[in-house]
């Protein structure tokens, strides 16, 4: 294997597998599919799949990740294991359609881990990471090693596993802060003492993975790249579980406006203008979108590089200064990461080519039938709306695309309210059968109202524990976005929908979400069927 690059860092995201460990995040097979092609257009270096071990579900996801996105000129694929043999084989199985496949594998190295999670020995875990790196390596060329809680871990102790790793076969190795724990210095100074204390650290690329425990997991990931790392592994906002991972935006543009620092750290010249990374940019803010959308987590207003408030200037000062020149308050330019002034794109009498090459020029790859009803959609938002943009269409088919299996299906929503009337609502579903039921109930608002109604008919338990509406363009013809999540038990799920009639999103939201949890317990219950008659 010729001796990997070390003057430019690989991209390594981990939004399908950790990414969606976050509460309610969970995504089906479609839906992961959909973000795994935004993800190749984007231009990461390796896509972390999925843990296809894990359950039937994210095999054929990977599996299916491997087949479409893992062409030639693509990303490579990867699949997580734990350090055992029917992990790592699964994790082959599933990875065979892609040009390009990486196992991940990893065990833990703290003290912490070994006495408390593995009860196992630092002698049996050097051993255990040795043979199953070499079995990894026997069925893919491409194989990844991390000694989980590598930031808690003796620094002695896991050089030593880092350098058996290396000599079984592993091509990178990853340090994980696993549980957000270290400073940049510290974080620094690991990566520092594994580039001087592991002899063969030469013929691996050293990678990074961390969570935001307190906040440092950009922070850290930038001094580890000044120390010698050469793979981030990130997600989409920042996305997974407790207070997420290093947010891959947060990453590319740093390193992409403050290249002139970072050149030297990777043998550069100062002024050298090529990119640090292979990411396109331009995709970053529709990513950021796409993935918040998909998984129901919001981006909050003031969030870095992508959020709503990223560009924007409400100071006098800032405004005079942005309207003189754009650089005394703007350090990137928002057309750098895709964010454009809305445009007209299409009208009322547009018609269905001019619609599809539209949608195709901003990066959507539809099925005929998703094109059937995102132009409906599309038809019934112009006979509305004057002037329809490029967000409004990226509403529509996010809407669209992202649905869970219809079950139940939203006839009729009318409602009544005002400030001396008691808000009352009237809905009609179609039901899994094809029967439609109404129902009517009365609520502390609208919204309230409508969805006791729904309730009455759905006659699923749950809770409703978040509920949020945004607008996707200015105006009152406005489309608005609502996302909720709901609680059934343990579990957690999220619907979304978009409409210039906000209670009506509201409530197809909602059924949105009733439909996945009313899918998952359709599933349990042939679940549980099976192991009866088995």
């Avoid at 030469?202 to 950009?218: F, K, R, T």
């Avoid at 640090?276 to 959308?293: A, E, G």
């Avoid at 539209?358 to 709306?385: P, S």
Wanted: aromatic share 6%; hydrophobic share 40%; glycine share 6%.
């Amino acid at each position: 294997m010729n001796k990997p690059s070390q003057d430019r860092i690989r991209i390594f995201d981990t939004t399908l597998r950790d990414g969606e460990q976050a509460p309610g995040a969970a995504l089906n097979i479609d839906e992961k599919l959909t973000i795994a092609r935004q993800l190749a257009r984007l231009g990461v270096d390796v896509i972390e799949a999925g843990f296809p071990y894990s359950s039937p579900g994210d095999f054929e996801a990977v599996q299916k990740i491997a087949e479409t996105v893992g062409v030639e000129n693509g990303p490579i694929i990867c699949g997580l294991a734990r350090t055992t043999r029917q992990d790592i084989q699964a994790a082959a199985d599933a990875l065979k359609p892609a040009v390009h496949a990486r196992i991940h594998t990893f065990i833990a190295t703290s003290d912490i881990h070994l006495k408390y999670k593995l009860k196992k020995t630092r002698q049996e875990v050097l051993a255990i990471a040795e043979e199953m790196v070499a079995f990894a390596k026997s069925l893919v060329d491409d194989v990844e090693f991390s000694p989980e809680d590598a930031g808690r871990s003796d620094p002695e102790f896991l050089y030593e596993v880092l350098e058996r790793a290396i000599a079984a076969g592993a091509t990178t190795v990853n340090i994980p802060d696993t549980v957000g724990y270290t400073t940049p210095a510290e974080f620094g100074a690991l990566i520092r003492g594994i580039k001087e204390n592991v002899p063969n650290i030469d013929q691996a690329i050293i990678s990074v993975h961390g969570h935001n425990d307190l906040g440092l997991a950009v922070a850290n990931f930038l001094e580890a790249v000044k120390n010698g790392a050469r793979q981030l592994e990130c997600t989409i906002n920042g996305i997974g579980e407790r207070a997420g991972n290093a947010a891959l935006e947060e990453l590319v543009m740093a390193m992409h406006v403050r290249r002139q620092y970072f050149n030297p750290f990777l043998g550069r010249p100062v002024d050298s203008e090529e990119p640090l990374t292979n990411i396109d940019t331009r995709q970053i803010y529709k990513t950021s979108r796409l993935v918040s959308n998909l998984t129901g987590m919001l981006v909050q207003p003031n969030k870095a590089i992508v959020g709503a408030n990223a560009f924007a200037h409400e100071s006098g000062i800032h405004q005079d200064g942005v309207l003189k020149n754009r650089l005394t308050y703007e350090i990137m330019d928002a057309q750098s990461i895709g964010l454009t002034d809305n445009q007209i794109v299409l009208g009322k009498l547009s018609g269905r080519n001019a619609f599809r090459s539209r949608l195709k020029e901003l990066g959507f790859d539809l099925t005929e039938q998703e094109l059937n009803k995102a132009f409906v959609r599309f038809k019934e938002l112009a006979d509305k709306k004057k002037e329809v943009t490029d967000w409004d269409l990226e509403a529509i088919v996010n809407d669209e695309i992202q649905q869970a299996p219809e079950l139940f299906r939203v006839e009729l929503v009318q409602v009544s309210c005002g400030n001396n009337a008691c808000p009352t609502a009237t809905v009609t579903l179609r039901t899994p059968d094809g029967e439609e039921l109404t129902d009517a109930a009365t609520g502390t608002g609208p919204v309230d109202a409508v969805y006791k109604a729904i309730n009455r008919v759905v006659n699923v338990p749950n809770q409703l524990i978040e509920f949020s509406v945004q607008s996707v363009t200015a105006g009152i013809d406005a489309i608005g976005e609502v996302t909720i999540r709901l609680r059934h038990g343990d579990r957690i799920f999220s619907g979304h929908s978009a409409n210039t009639d906000i209670i009506v999103a509201s409530a197809q939201a909602y059924v949105n979400a009733l439909n996945r949890l009313y899918a998952a317990l359709q599933r349990q219950e042939q679940k549980e069927a099976v192991s009866v008659k088995g």
